[in-house]
Structure formats: C-alpha cells, structure tokens
C-alpha cells in the first residue's frame, strides 16, 4: 500500500483519535446483546469488530515497532486476527466469531484503550526507518478501521433484521423519498486511451496500483442509480422464477436460497416493505434499489436492454468529477433519491455493482509478509464494485477505489447503475 | 402426567417460588454476553431457558386458564415455544436461539415477572374443573422448569468449554477428589417378576406409566460408577482408534469427529485435564467418568468384559433404596468421588447410561393437546439414562424417572455403572 | 453362529450349489447396465452383490482353510469386503460401490467360478477341527447369500424406480389382487412367561442367542397385514402434513425429504400407482401395504387406535405356527392379499415392523474375529423386523429371525400387522 | 454463433457422418460398464455424452426443421438435454446421469443411428430460410459434438483413475519422454493497440464476438509450457502446505480437499506416478505439468517469479502462428515433451491457463432461444483456457477460441505458460 503527503505527527495523532472515536460513536445505539451476534458467515459481531480493529494496530505497529510494548492478553491476536495466515497465532474460525461471549464487551473496550495508548506512544516516539513503517501502516490501519466501521453497520444491519421482531438501530432516523424518481438519462461519454489506478497523490490501497493503460470505446452512463420502483418492474415481469433472465450460477442461488426480492424485502399483506437500519418501513419506490447481489445487478441489466459499466469505464468518468454525495457522514444510513443531474449519484448511496471481475491490475505487487494478504490472496471469484455507499466514511474513497464481493453477496449497500454503448446497445 | 397428594394453594404458591428463584439464582454468575450463547444446536442459550420456562406456564396455564390474561408479547410464543407443533404460533427454529439479541435479558426477566404475577393470580382465582387442570399443569410446569434447570449448567459449562478462553461458571467451586477411588465391587440381586414405572404415588411424567410387570434375570451391579482412572486405561489400550470395540454407528462418530477422549477433556503438556463449571482442572481419577455418550458407555462396558444394566434392573435396584447422593443442592456442581459401601451414587453426580431404548411402556398414552408432545414424541433412536446427576435437583427424582438422549450425545452429566450376570458374565 | 444337525459333505455341496446358483438365476433378467448401479447408499450394485457373496466364501473359509488357495485378484478383498474393520484389507466405501466399471461382469462370474471351486475342494478335503468350523460357517456363507439374494431384489427395484422410465425387472409377473381386502379382525393370545430366541434346532445367527425367559402381558394380533385401501385412508387423513401424528424424528424425515406416501408409489393424473419388479402399477387396494419405514408404520398404528406388536410378542405367536405363505419360491415378487384365517401373512409378504429396538439378548455375545461383525455393531438405532417378504427365501426364516431396519428405511418389502391389549386398546 | 464461408450440402454430410464416427470410435475401447460411470459431477457418462450430441441435433435441428420428424424415444429429451432451461422437457439433474442403467447402449446406438438418419434427410431435403438456419447449427452441433468428444475422454480418464485397480483406457499408448526438457526460455511481444475476438472468417461460437480493440502493454512468454519436473520443485519448496503461496480460495480448497499435488498423481514407495489413459505410469519430468486447477497454476506462476497470460495476451501471440501441435488427431492422448524454439506448444498438448475472466466481451449478445444458453450463461466465476489439449480435435481450433474452467477444476487436460513483463518483471 502506497501512500504520499506526509502528515505531521500531531495531525496523524488526531486523525487515529477521530477515526477511532467514530468506531466507538456507531455502536452506542447497540444493547450488550447486539455486540456478540454473527448471523451470516460473513457478519461479524459488532464486538469482533471493535476488538479485530484494534488488534490490527497491535499486530501490524505496537508488537513490531513499540519497544517493550506489553500485549493486553496473550489470545487475543488468536481470537481478533481476520485471516492473516503469516502471523504465527493462527485465527480463531470466522464462522464461529458469534460463539464466544467472553471476552466481555467491557473488557474488549478495555483492550481498545490500551491499544490506544500504545498508538500515542509509538507516533510520539517512534523513528528513523522505523516510524516511515509506521507512518504507512497507520494510515492502512486507519482506513482498515474505516472499512470495518461500514462493516459494523452492514453487519448490524443483518444482525438485527435476522430478529423476527425486527428491531431497528436507531429509530429517529430519516428514510424520507420523493414521490417519484427523476426521469432515467444517459450521459455520453467518449473513451480513448485513459489511465486506470490511483495516481499516487494520497492514500491508496495496494490493489489500485500500478496505474496503467487501458483502452475505452466510448460508452454511456445512466444518470442515476435503478430504483426500487424500475426493480419492482423486474420482479413484476416474473424474473425470478425464469431462469432464462439469469446466469446459470446465478439461478442455482436462486432456487436453493428462495429468492424472490433483494434482500430486506418482504411483503406484508400484500405490500412490499423494506428492512433499513431505521427498521422496517414501506418500500419507496423513488429510492435506488438496494442490497443487491452482481447476480440480480447483471440479470436487471440486461432484463433493461442494457448492462453493467466495467471498472474502467465507472474510473474515467468518476476522476473528473467531485467525491460528493450521501455518506455516512450525514447520518441517513440509507439510500436517498437522486437529484436531476449528470451522473449523479456516482458517490456515496449504493455500491455500484461493475462488469468486471476483482483481478490484479498489470504488474501488481502486494507488500511483503503478512499485511500483503490485505487485498491480493481475494483476487479470484469475485466482482469489483465501486463508489462507496450511504455507509462509507466521505474521506474514505477515491475515484480508484475498488471494493470487491462475491456475486451472490448482498448484504452490502450495493445498486447499480446501467451503461450501454454510445448508441443505445447494451454495448 | 398423573400427580398424587394435592398440595394447598399456599403450598403450591410457596413451592413455585422456590423453583422460580433457583433458576434465577442459577444464571447470577452469569455475564450478559453469556445469556445469548448458542454453542451446539442442543445446547440453548440461558436467555431462552429463562423465557421458554415463562412461556410454559403462560402458554399451558395462563392463556387457557386465567380469565383476562394479557401477553406479554405477541411474539414471545413463537420465539420461546420449544417445539409443541400443536400451538398455532409455530415455533423460531432450535437451531437459531442463538441468534436473537432481542428481547434483551432485562425483557426476559420482565416476562418472567409478568408471568409470575399472573401465576400468582391463577392461583389463587383458578377453581372448579380449572382448578384440576391447573394443579396438574403446574406441576408439570415446575418439573419441567428443574429440567431446564440442569439444562442451564449443562449448557453454560458447553458454551464456555467451547471458548478457547475456557472461562468458568464460577471460580469458587470445590472439585476435590481423594488420590484413589474405592474399589470396585458387586453387588447381586435376585430378580423374577417385578414391577417398573410409576407407582401412582407424588408426581410423575407420562412416559413413567403405566406401572406393568416385567421379568429379571439375576443380575449384579457395580457399587459406583466408572472413574477417569479406569476410563484411562480404555483410553491407554488404543480404544479410540479400534473399531474393533465399537458399535458401527460409534465408530462412524468418532471418526467424523474426531473423537479421542470424553467431552471436555483436553491434553495440556501430555497431561490430562477436564473443563469443569470451575474452570480447566487436572483430570483426577477417582472421580466418575463424566460426558460420555452411550457408545462410550456401551463400548467401556464390552471392554471391561461386562454390560451396562438395563432401566428394568437399574429402577428394580434403586426403588428400595433412599434418594440420597450429590445433588445440584450441594452446589459442588461437579461429580464426587465414591464411598465405600453397596450401590453408592445409584442417585445424583452422574445420570448412568442404561441399555434400554427409549421406547413407550406397554400401555403408554400421551395426554391429549400440546402437551402430549412432552415426552411421547420423542420415543425412538434415544436411549435411557438413570438416576440424576449433581445437576439435578433431589427432589426432581424419583426411582421411575426416564431421562433419555441420542446415543452420540454426551454434554449432559452422563457416566456409567457395570453390570453383569450373576455368575459374572456379561449376561 | 451357532449350528445344529450336522448335513453329510454331500449334503452339503448339493446345498451350496443350489443357493450359489439362485444369485445367478435373480440375475438374469438384468442387463449388463444394470449391474454397477448404486441409487442410494443402502442398496448396492447386483456386481457387488454377486461378487461379495463370493468373497465371504473366500475370506472366511478358502483363505483360512484350504491349503494351497489362490486368492483370484490380490485386491478383491478391498473391493468386495463390506463392512468388516478386523480385516487387513479394508474396504471401499459403501457409497462408491457404484463408481466402479472394473471389474467387469464377466470377471465378476469368473471370480465366483473360482470361489465356487475352491468351495468343492474345501468341502471334500477340510477334516477335523478345521473341518467343524468349516462347516459352521458354510451355513453362515449360505445363509449370508440368501440375505444377499433379497437384497439383490430389493435393491434392482430400487436402481429401476429410480429411473424416470420405470424399467421392469421382469414384464412377466404376476400382481393381480382381488377387489377386496379380507375383512379386518384380531386373535388374542394369551401371554405370561415365554421364551424369546433360537432353541438349538437347526441354524440360527447369534442375535437370536441366547434363548432367555421374558413375560408376556396379554395381546391381539391383527390377523392380517394392513393394506394399501386402509393405509389410503391414513393419507386421506391428511397424515402426511399433520406433525401432531408422527413422532419428532419422523418429521423431521418427512419435511426433509419430502414424503407423501410409501416409497414406490406415485400419483399419475390423480390416481395411485406403485412401482413394482414388474413395473408401474395401478395401486391395488386389497394387497399389503408395502416399504413402509418404521416411522410410517408407527405411526399408522397409533392414527388406527392400535400399536405394533414386540418382537417377543410376534415371536411368541408365530412359534407355534407353520412356516407358510409367500416366499420368494413362489416368483411372485410382490405381497399377496391375504386369505381368510387367523394371523395369515406371519411369514412371506411383508417384513413386519415390530415396536422393539434391536438390541442384544441378554448375554449375547458375538463370535471372536471378523466375523463376530456380522450382527453384534448393529445394535443400535435400529428397529426389529419379523417374518419375511415376498423377497426371502422359504428355508432362510425360523420363528427366532431377528431383521433390522433403520427407523427410516424403507426400501424393504416392510409393511405391519396391528396389535392391542387384549381388552381392545392399543396397550 | 456465427458462421462463415458456406459448405455444400454434399460437404457438409461427408463433415457430419465424419465428426460423428469419431465419437464411436473414441468409445471402441470402452467395456459396456464403463459407459454408465459417472465419478464426479461434472464428468459425464460416455453414454449420456453419446446420447446428448444427438439429443443436440434433434433437438435444435430435427425437430424445428425437419417435417414429419419422429422422436425417438418420447422422454429422451428430458433425460440427454444437458441444460438448456428453455426448453419443456427441463432435464434430468446433472449429478445423477450415472444412475440410468437404461436406456441401454445399445438403445442408444440406435437413437444416434435415428438421429443420424433424420439428419440425412434434413441436409438434403432442407430449404430457404430453414436452410439457413440448418446449416448454421449444424456447424454449431458438430462443434459441440467434438467438444464433447474431448470431454469423452477426460470423463474417462476420470472414471477409471477413480478406480483403484487403475485401469488403462488403452494400454498400447505411446507415452514416451525425453530425459530432459528443453530450457526455459522467452519470447518477447511488442503489444499496443490490437484486436481480440473472432475474425469472421470460419466458424466461431458467439462469445468468441463481437472482435474489438483492445490495448496490451508490451510482454514475454514462455517458450514452452512448465514441465512436470519444474513443479515436483515447487512441491519440494512446501508449496502445498504453506498458506502464503495460495489465493484465499485457494487454499480453502486444498484444505478441504487434501490436494498435495496435481490430480492423477500418486505417490508409490515415494516415486511419484501419474495416471493417464495408457494407465498409471511414472511421472516424467520433461512432459508439461497437466491437469492442474487455476489456483495451482495462479501459484505457480507467482511462485515462479512470473503470472498468467492474459487472454489477451495469449490471442495476439496466437494470432499469427500457425495451428500446430499436438492434438487428439495424433493419437497419443497424452502431451508430449515441447521441441526447441519460439513459443512452442500454443496449440494442443495442455489447455492454458489465462489471468483473464470469462466475461463477456463488449457488445456480446448471445443467439435468441435456448440455443443463446450454450456459452452465455456461463460468464461468472469462471476463468479463460486457450489453445487446446492433446484430446482436442485439430481442426476445433482457432486463435480466438475461448475454454472456461471454474478455478478449482483441474479434470480437463489443462496446465500454463509462463508470462511476464518485458523487464522480466512478473508485470
Ligand atoms: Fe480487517
Ligand atoms: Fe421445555
Ligand atoms: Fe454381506
Ligand atoms: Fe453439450
């Protein structure tokens, strides 16, 4: 992972404490309850979470870079390491993370704290060669911490509307939408050779390097994302019970796990509603289409005559324009209805859903030992979305940023936005 | 179920209390984190043991029998019924209790206190036809809650063995033993035309009726149960990797598995020790061997060249004796070593593996309604096990009492006692 | 295995052809095709029935016995040894039987050639001690065979009910039935002290050892088989989608695998067929009900009022009584209706649930070795059959035959015959 | 799909009558049994491959074009029909094509002669639009009929190395090697702006289209594929046991799996062997390393100080060569050692491994119809081989052919070219 200013130390010791109070601020809604829940393989408790961050820091700083650093407790770095095969604590099995009640959520907040203070400690102290591994490592931490913080969202999501009594997080917030959606639009644009992959000015992850070459045929953007209501048309059109809308892994999903709407839809009496961090309310037809796998993303596509935009594509029209939109930041914690506008949209609300599977850019290189399984081991079987969500810290993305999930994942804020040829094909 | 001597309103208020508080008393050493816990799918979490025991007196009694009844929660039947088919609630599956953070453990307790309020009023108001019923029905509701009891420790002492932490329930218990356990000798019995099941008189469950003839052969049983000392040398002689020695639905367990010793053991440093409700001690062999499963028993058995005795023969031995052994009441929570002397620890510290299947006595009827589901449907692939445990409360027992569990089972507190022909043969 | 009167040598080879030339008579209908099918774990390929027959003559007499024997390919006892763990050769999995196009047929024959001549030196040279055992465990290879010629049938009707085509075994057997069943009645039978298992005449295996006392409460017996017009009857009752009648284990089946009605039947526009050797039939009201697993059959008799006899029970009424009815002998293949006539249908027809575990006699014990593995690991979780199909041969049944099925388990010929108190009620 | 310069009819027959005899002759050293096998899910049955290239052209051709057409059979469609969702029948589920003894062979013989027949008539009595139409798919089917072919003997080398007599298909094969490869060497390719995708002149399937520019930085690759004895060193360095070499789902497949080297190899006495259709031989060093998954050639390629082609990369190399190598045509059924020079080996001998995804290209759009389900659907989680094996038919290929394989398979003949950047670097 490269980085490029170069902070002062006191700005980088207020920028960890920001980052790390704000952990702490989204789980204050949360019962002791919520903290130790795993429903889905692939959510974690909220109190793995608080702890994994945390551990991440020790691990990767305070162990090797804080001289006469005491580790809080000697099974910690087994219980709160993610998947890092090269550290010598092995991990405790991610499908089992909901099955440990202790340690307690007190204690864990304890750990948070000592680690916390060895962080002071090592961008006071810390020197030499050693603190320009720091610098670059607290800066990964950071942003590691920032993903997990959308993560403990997405995951309390889950946790909570698993609950037949569907509980909500929090239940003042606001999840109002317009009648209607604007009117659906395409913006052109023309392609040529671009360049792909972060630039080098400020952070990025090691998979947006090495920028490079590519080649574009012009192609056009829609305006907005799909909306619930263009979605509903789909499901009205009976696509999930035709498999000759889907791709065949695609219809295997379907009909082991019964699909028969995005995830957090469900009918009652008839009428759609939708389970949001606010709880459950009616769906909202306005809204973008939310908590979608690549699998419905590509099969709406194309079932619209169109398809998904390729990396590249979303990259070269994204790098001209502002990171502005609905972040997690505003407090919503949900998708919010487009505005009339070019592009909107392309920051912020949904994960957008591209056509382009999670492979390494030509000539990538992931770091040396064990922080090089960040990003690099993941880059098979999974698709490459891009431009944050309603869930994503605003100073968290770049117009290079790629997130990446396996296609039948959903549980993301993940839409989608159509493309198509320059003449209307899907193209 | 049929009952006996019909105690006073005053007796059945003060008895409900009682039972009440212990199981409140119980789940005090516990963390909240360790209240949702789910570890095994036969293990539930003390959250819902705390609700589902309320949800028992508010389904079978207060719904049907307390005028002006109101719920507590709409949807606490369906959440905490167990697995009575016939209530129109359906019930959330077994499998997934763990995976509930709301209601919160401070709503659990409310609904309990709700319920008792309402018991309370039943019964003092109930009277008439009602009243019989509800007589019946609390009994019943109270045997069921000290099963639930046991079910408590038995799965707090899974869910924190499974953590890698291996916490205990509570550090202040005593798990003494002396160096060396009694010897091991017989005891004979003559046998001929007996009786087993309920005798009509005090409280007891269906499955113990109807009290009918059998006939016994002489027989002989072991005055203790099997010690880790002796199960050791099952163990040393390579009996784990045999499959000379056990049935064939054994030996595929232990090989899906894993299997290599008793539930809860574990080798530290090439020593033996074994996870207590105290905490990981040092395995201690003249203590009964502990969280077998009946292939374990029954293998042990055939090794040591003799049989496990079977419920007739256990019930034909036990019903002249007093109900006198280790007992939850104690508090040792863990079983004791045995004292010299005939049939010692027939009742308490470990329930005994029978040779029985669990199957219905010639006769048997299943009351009518849910509550038939008690016990009867649960008459097949199980075997019998006898006697209680130091889990158990004393006077929950009886010579009659059938407990019963699949043979791979083993987190329940259960041991065995050998037995054999008159002449010392396996017969 | 314990043998009585002792057959001549010549005797003996004559026995030993005649049953070794009935595997291959059963054969004959099939196609090469059908010989390496595996449709479900429990039913083996006819190759591997023909050739595993052929290895227990191997390895339990020619290899042990005859001086100077040749094994006929060094890793045929891997291939064909079916589930015995104390042989040095293993064996391959029971549910990969089908996986394997070599050894071809024709090589299959060969090596049953081979066997079958070592089998005639064998039976004209062994002398003395050798001689003795020889001779017990012909009669054990024998009457293995003729348990492998029923599985052969029941296993070829399984292979081809599977195939959407519903092959016939053979076009040209008889199923015809009368329109109407015999109507139902009931033989009471007195009870009190009995004796349960093998007497000594003649062979018997060791699960039927040893002879032992039991008491027996008076009882009805069902003087026939339940048929398929009142078993319709229980389907119209809507007991397929009624948890409140089926045990928990049942429903469990039931939901998982979807059943609606006894394995082998199904509903071609709107009216009941039933797979049979000879193809898809009209379902016929007045024949047996037929592969019922003991789940079906339980809970039949519970939904009728009634209960399934003990086997000491049925033992005790069919001991007095002639070895008649439909056998395999008769080339029928399928259960007949029954006569007029007190317990008609005891033996032949169907095999008869009975509500007994199979578990061991008192003071049974296996043979040493291998072969003390034939029985003995199977004592659990099973349920006893008695008295024979359609599928077994006249000369293989006694009043002590002890089958067993898995309580889920239905591709037998297994049906049921009602029992009651002898006052009317289902004890 | 789209075709090119148009054959006679004439040609066209000789064409068919030739792609189809291939398919009977491939099955001459096939026992009957050998036909019904199917050891792993996505390796067929010969027979079922037998029976579905003719369900394929009765199915698209007969039965839409030919008036008067006759099926065969009347649930043949349902039972060969591989996976085509649209069309009535649905189709006999995949896993379960080895549990069908009947239809026998030699029925099946008779449905090709059938089919055959009507196909006959078709090309000569076909007219106009139909024509057309015809001629197109008839191209498609004898495309698919060799790609089956080759399938065909990848499924049976499947199924006889399953059997642990490791049966020779044919033991008369020449698999002779030389002592030692020849040296590793490179060749570098300029790149810029080119074209991928199907030229339109011949047949190619439609994910081969629309052809489209693309922009490849400059490269290198390897001269010959990587050799057996150059991965045993991998092996050597601990590769299958150290976590660090392996994508994230790499290794939870080798895990789960067991895998310690490429499929077919075994170790005997600790000399390494390898199955192959001449049966099971010793590993020779200087043949190319076959029969590997994705992730075991991803991980080489990184071991190795390189990574995959890109399928790009691989086209524009392959676009000027001609299409040499060896192929099934030659008979050996088995890769051969690569002679001296530049880029040997392209075609025939092992499928190469790509880095690229299996997508769709820009401006894909598959035929209308079921037919539009051959390739399309299949367009996620899957990776891009090219170039063809030593059981590829020569004149199947073509540069811009495009195989796909899920990560994980490694049943196809399939091994890798190293590539790298022109520096040397893995870029
Ligand atoms: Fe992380
Ligand atoms: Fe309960
Ligand atoms: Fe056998
Ligand atoms: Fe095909």
Chains 1, 2, 3, 4 share one sequence.
């Not at 804080?66 to 550290?87: A, I, K, M």
């Not at 942003?143 to 889950?158: A, C, G, S, Y």
């Not at 009652?268 to 389970?275: A, K, L, V």
Request: with cysteine; charged share 20%.
């Amino acid at each position: 992972m490269q980085t490029a200013a170069e902070p002062t130390r006191q700005q980088l010791a207020q920028r960890y404490l920001q980052v790390r109070a704000f952990s702490e601020q989204l789980c204050e809604p949360l019962a002791i309850e919520d903290y130790g829940l795993q429903t889905a393989v692939e959510a974690s408790p909220p109190k793995w979470h608080i702890a994994h961050v945390s551990w991440f820091f020790e691990n990767f700083l305070l162990r090797p870079l804080l001289p006469g650093y005491q580790v809080f407790h000697s099974r910690f770095d087994h219980l709160f390491n993610s998947y890092y095969e090269q550290t010598e604590s092995g991990f405790w099995p991610r499908a089992k993370r909901g099955l440990l009640s202790r340690p307690t959520v007190a204690e864990v907040y304890d750990y948070r704290k000592h680690v916390d203070h060895g962080m002071q400690r090592l961008i006071q102290e810390c020197d030499g060669e050693d603190w320009r591994l720091a610098q670059e490592r607290i800066l990964i931490g950071l942003n590691h911490e920032q993903q997990h913080q959308e993560l403990l969202l997405t995951d309390i999501k889950h946790h909570l509307a698993f609950n037949p009594l569907r509980p909500a997080y929090r239940s003042d917030l606001d999840t109002s939408a317009p009648e209607q959606a604007v009117p659906l639009t395409f913006t052109a644009i023309e392609g040529g050779m671009t360049e792909l992959g972060a630039t080098g000015a400020g952070f990025a992850y090691d998979n947006e390097h090495p920028r490079h070459p590519t080649w574009l045929a012009p192609y056009r953007l829609a305006d907005r994302l799909v909306t619930n209501g263009e979605y509903l048309e789909f499901i009205a059109d009976g696509a999930y019970a035709n498999p000759a809308i889907w791709l065949s892994d695609a219809w295997a999903v379907i009909r082991q796990q019964g699909w028969q709407a995005p995830l957090y839809w469900e009918q009652i009496d008839g009428s759609w509603h939708e389970m949001t961090l606010a709880g459950l309310i009616p769906l909202q037809p306005a809204l973008p289409v939310c908590h979608l796998s690549y699998f419905e993303a590509e099969a709406y596509a194309r079932w619209a005559g169109k398809r998904l935009p390729s990396e590249a594509e979303w990259e070269h029209a994204a790098a001209q324009r502002p990171i502005e939109g609905l972040f997690v930041d505003s407090g919503r914690l949900h998708p919010r209805a487009a505005s009339v506008g070019e592009l909107s949209q392309l920051y912020g609300d949904c994960w957008e859903w591209t056509g382009s599977a999670y492979l390494p850019y030509p000539g990538y290189r992931p770091a040396a030992g064990a922080i090089g399984e960040y990003n690099g081991k993941f880059m098979c079987n999974q698709m490459v979305l891009r431009g944050g969500s309603c869930a994503t810290s605003r100073d968290h993305l770049r117009p290079s940023y790629r997130n990446f999930c396996y296609p039948h994942e959903r549980w993301q804020f993940s839409g989608l936005r159509l493309a198509d040829a320059i003449d209307g094909g899907a193209a």
